[in-house]
């Protein structure tokens, strides 16, 4: 018997490379995780090691299934070969009559036509409502139209998108320079995203309470964590944890672990009532950060528990916490069920995953709220920045060639 160890970034790396090296056939003896040695790998996400076992003679088995299915490929192959000219012939058979019904279906919607054209009342005599064929839009210039595509192909919206292209062609018109253009459309689109803003601390010396909450699968928890990573290493603020993820698999013991590393408490609560007195257990922090569990606005009744958990923290800023990935459709979804919010700010993670960014813009139109961090990758606490406006607005207006 062969034992052999692998080494992967998840569970499902490492049974892929078992099952590359040793085949389908190979028994998994044990599965844990590792983490490097070495300070820089610290705050790196532990590997995992899978040890599995394959019988020896297990090769001469697959030898003698391949020689098994050979000949009984080469048996079908025959069989096919000898049916294929039969219905070939038949499908021939099938597509010229397809073709004739065809040709009789247009033959006869042309006689229909034209006996309703001969039997038609004069257009003068009934008025038609033609609204957008009398007044039609006026064309863009080829400048403004390709910034108009590069826009669209950003995935801005298309209302959003021609509100801008309108704006720039009724005040500078459409004869204007590329460069004119430009300037015009990039003040337009900063002056939309606006300023970012991050956690403002208090100054009475009572600890700033940030809950974050949004759809599932987002990078809430990672999120978190750099922040908290962020104000403990490099701002040397004291912060304190709290979850009430309680509902995903291992939610908790993955805090837990950044909380370790960082040297954080953290503190585990079941339900909306327990948040007040976990929150007071932090009075000596300048920061405490709340995190929550993907709630589904589907399930009401999961949701309106979220709901709870925010009244109850009486948090002094709720982030709304979304994917640079999530499509347009969806996204209007999420920002509509999460209206109760009175005030929050935005977050954006996954932009390294993300080809365009027209999200953001969409967003920040639609709601008004202020942008904040957006993350870049999964290392903490490394992968996390503030929104740069400047090279967000160049990435949308995109290059005109």
Known sequence: MKIRRYMGSNTQEAILKVKMDLGNEAVILNTRKVRKRGLLNVFAKPMVEVLAAIDDDIGTKKEKGKNVETNKQKEDSTKNEA????????????????ENKVNNMETMLKKIYEQFQNNAIPSASVPVKQERSEKPQKPY???????????????????IAKKLIDTVSKKIGDTTSINDAASMLYNLISGILGKPETIGLKEDKKPTVIIFVGPTGVGKTTTLAKIAANYSLNLRKNVGLITADTYRIAAVEQLKTYAEILGLPVNVIYAPNEIKDAISLYSDKDVVLIDTAGRSYRNKSQFDELKSLIVASEADEVYLVMSSTTSVRNCNDILHNYSFLKDYKLIFTKLDESQVNGIILNTKFRTGKNLSFVTTGQCVPDDIEVLNIDKMTKNLLGSIS
Not at 83 to 89: A, I, P, R, S, Y
Not at 90 to 95: F, L, Q, R, W
């Open 83 to 98: 049916n294929f000219k039969t219905n070939l012939e038949e499908k021939e058979e099938k597509i010229d009559f397809l």
């Open 141 to 159: 210039s080829n400048v403004l139209m390709q910034f108009y595509n590069n826009l669209i192909k950003n995935e801005v919206e298309e209302e």
